[in-house]
């Protein structure tokens, strides 16, 4: 597996505050740091640079990415608009903040994800990661969001589109990928499945509920209920998520890679643990599809970085940690109702009414 990476990803400073939001705060002694931090993202490749999953493992640079090729899934308005807020600090969306050396993690980010596409592409990986930050499912064509300057997902997807590629997008960032389902909301080639908790709309640069009401040909959104840990997620993707993307019938696969759905993560509700990534990969594997991974989020940095390597050794059908701090409880109670309403708005999807029970489904499969 190549893992493929870009010191300028460290460069983008979101500085400090109130945990997310910026400036002064007369309640805290000392700023908290902002969530979205360099040090996470040392600290991702500090695992498996010197974790056991590290001989399986190969590392290439990335690269940074042109004008054009940003414009394949932004606006240039917005574009002009963000280059432009990153000469100075200052915050683009409630919580987003840039600073001078933003717009050179942002090309980073976004053209290492595609050196790691080009690399699949041109078959000298199988799997590639693209360890990157700032991370982008958030980021629409024309606005950020949630920490998510340029959607580096959505841009591989794009980009393997043109080339003719049929792209599935499987995200299980603990929050909805809004930004991808903008993106491709009406484009037939591409299938955005988007795994995560149930947390609605959150302002103005946020509007999409994340609910199965929004899902239709070209797009599947699961929610689960808040405390949702492996049991969840393994029900979701066996039921919903792996059958959708097999249906579909993808010959590229891109993962929108978070681990904010951790059992300590401070930004997510839910309980999955190392096991529970580690399962994950294995699922993502079991396609046998070519695939590229880009990182979203994941803030209690320790233990994301395990959830990585367990995700990671889950890929190469590898269980090589244990994990020390798997303890909180796996509360199923709510998958049930919760993947029925999933898959009650997949109307013309045959793998979805087959579970209903349609007794045509099978036929028309």
Do not use: K
Not at 42 to 71: I, K, M, N, Q, Y
Not at 85 to 111: H, I, K, L, Q, Y
């Amino acid at each position: 597996m190549e893992v493929f990476w870009h010191d300028a990803c460290l460069e983008h400073d979101p500085g400090s505050g109130l945990w997310e939001l910026p400036g002064e705060w007369d309640c805290l002694d000392v700023p908290e740091p902002h969530p979205e931090s360099a040090a996470r993202l040392r600290t991702f490749r500090h695992a498996l640079r010197h974790g056991p999953v590290a001989r399986h493992l190969t590392w290439s640079p990335g690269r940074f990415a042109g004008d054009d090729e940003l414009a394949r899934v932004h606006t240039p308005e917005y574009l002009e608009h963000l280059r432009d807020a990153c000469r100075r600090r200052t915050n683009v969306e409630v919580n987003t903040v840039v600073g001078p050396g933003s717009w050179d993690a942002v090309r980073a980010a976004a053209g290492t994800a595609l050196a790691a596409y080009e690399a699949v592409a041109e078959g000298r990986a199988r799997l590639a990661y693209a360890l990157v930050r700032p991370p982008g499912h958030h980021a629409q064509p024309g606005l950020a969001d949630g920490y998510c300057l340029v959607n580096n997902a959505a841009l591989v997807a794009e980009t393997a589109r043109r080339a003719g590629r049929r792209v599935a997008v499987l995200d299980w960032d603990v929050h909805h990928g809004n930004g991808t389902q903008e993106v491709f909301r009406d484009t037939p080639d591409v299938l955005t499945v988007s795994v995560h908790m149930r947390h609605g709309p959150w302002g103005a640069n946020h509007a999409q509920t994340g609910g199965p009401e929004e899902s239709g040909p070209g797009n599947v959104n699961v929610e689960l209920s808040l405390g949702a840990g492996d049991h969840a997620y393994r029900r979701a993707f066996e039921e919903v998520a792996l059958p959708a993307v097999t249906e579909f019938g993808a010959d590229l696969l891109v993962c929108a890679s978070g681990f904010d759905g951790s059992a300590f993560d401070p930004n997510g509700r839910h309980n999955l643990t190392a096991a529970g990534y580690r399962w994950i990969g294995g699922a993502v594997a079991g396609l046998g599809l070519p695939a590229v991974l880009t990182q979203e989020g994941g803030y209690l940095r320790g233990y994301a970085a395990l959830c990585l390597h367990a995700l990671v050794e889950g890929l190469l059908g590898l269980e090589l940690l244990d994990d020390p701090l798997a303890y909180v409880p796996d509360d199923t109670q709510l998958v049930d109702a919760d993947l029925a309403r999933a898959r009650s708005a997949l109307t013309g999807w045959a793998f979805a009414r087959a579970v209903t029970g349609d007794p045509s489904a099978r036929d028309r499969a």
